[in-house]
Structures are given as C-alpha cells and as structure tokens.
C-alpha cells in the first residue's frame, strides 16, 4: 500500500463501507482502507444489492481531510477518474465511459460503482467502491469479459489507491475544474435525452453538462436549464 493508506484485509464482510463506517465512528485515520475478498451484504446507491462473489473488487476508503458537505461530490468524481485511469493502464483500446453520478461503464454495461457515505456533523467520508473482474450479474460486465487479463483484486486495489491518490493531489492543488475536465471527456450520453428520477419526481431533457458542483446540467422538454445535485439517470 502506498505511503499515507492503510490497508485492513477481510476474507469476508457483510459490507466493506459498513466496516469503514464503524471504524471511522471510532477515529480511523484518513486513508484506511477496508478490503473484503466477499461481501454477503454488499450495497449500492438506493439500497440496492451489491453482489459480490469472490475474484471481483470490494474496497472502501475513509476520508477525513478536505471532507465537507461540497467536496462530498467532488469525491465521487475523483474516485470515477481514479477508476478510469486504473481500467485504462490495464488496456487503452477499452471503450470506457462515466455515468453520472457514479458509475463506470465499459461498453455501455456496468464494470464499476462508487457509494459515498456520512453522517451529519461528522468529520469523516467513506468510499465504497466496487470493480467487476471475474464475474457480474447480466445488465453489467466484467474484465474477464472483454479482455484476457489475470489481476487479481489486490493488486488492482493497489493500482487504484495509487491512482486515487494522484487525482485526489491534484484536485488539492488545483480544484475540481481539471477533475471535471476528465470526467467530462468520457462522459456517458452527453448531448443525449435522459430521466433523472429524484424521488417521485422526474426530469427529462437532453444532458448538456456538469457545473462545478458536479451537478448534472439538462436541458429539460419545457425549454429550461436544470442542475441537478442527485438522481437516478436513465433512458
């Protein structure tokens, strides 16, 4: 592990961000990082399963610099772009793109997602992430699917702090502008129509861009601009 992270490897947890979420209740530093070789209980956005057999990539990272309510998105998109980079050193041709707010898609399936987490008034942020390597269920995808590469998921934990690392260094020094540059340039559907479902309420329009909050900008049916700050985008 890279200087600054620590790592606390599980063969089994019923959910590394619940795991990360207990121990920063109790004063983990910045930069632990859990990692689960399974998970029997793992969680996406909206409460949604997580499935997570052996082989794939559970990891979940505490946050405390830099980790107030505004940054909160910022880190979605740098842990995005970490990923990105991550996929990309293993293979360049590969059709890699970002959906908004938190997904990684190869080939327009799901590889990867990203789940933030924190309490009110608190100092600390953990970053669930998870990478299909071996194994995804139908609608998503997996490394083993569209290249002949054998990694194993601690090593491309590695590789993925590493990366974290230098996008979240960068981001220090120089805000979120180039971060959203990144993201933007592999952005999925932009000049699309989408939905963005926030609760019962449901926006359509085309995806036009992201503003510096990391909001999803949309040119709605009705003629108007519209950011929004979350969502379930869909087609």
């Known amino acids: 592990m ?3 992270y620590c790592l606390y490897h ?3 947890l019923s959910s590394t961000n619940l795991e990360a979420t207990q121990m920063a209740k109790k004063g983990a530093l910045d930069g632990t990082v859990v990692f689960a070789d399974m998970q029997s209980s793992g969680r ?10 052996k082989g794939n990539l559970y990891a979940s990272i505490i946050i405390r610099d830099k980790a107030d309510v505004t940054q ?8 995005a772009v970490a990923v990105g980079n991550t996929l990309l050193a293993l293979s360049a041709n590969l059709d890699l793109k970002y959906k908004w707010p938190n997904d990684i898609l190869i080939n327009n ?3 990867a997602g990203i789940l933030l987490e924190t309490e009110a008034n608190t100092s600390w942020l953990v970053i669930g992430i998870g990478i299909n390597i071996l194994s995804s269920p139908e609608y998503a995808v997996s490394l083993s699917q569209i290249c002949s590469l054998n990694i194993s998921s601690l090593t ?6 590493s990366n974290f690392e230098k996008v979240r260094q960068r981001w220090l020094l120089e805000g979120f502008l180039p971060i959203r540059k990144m993201w933007f340039e592999r952005a999925h559907m932009v000049g ?9 309420h449901l926006y359509s329009g085309v995806f036009s861009d992201i503003d510096q909050e990391g909001k999803i900008v949309i040119y709605t049916n ?8 979350s969502g379930e985008v869909f087609y």
């Open 156 to 161: 491309l934990l590695r590789e993925l702090i």
């Open 222 to 229: 009705d003629n108007t601009l519209v950011s929004l700050e």
């Open 72 to 79: 909160l998105t910022h880190f979605t998109f740098i842990t």
């Open 2 to 4: 890279i200087s600054g």
């Open 10 to 12: 599980y063969n089994e």
């Open 192 to 200: 699309s129509s989408i939905n963005v479902k926030i609760g019962n």
């Open 44 to 53: 996406g956005r909206h409460g949604k399963d997580w499935i997570s057999p």
């Open 109 to 111: 399936k799901k590889i």
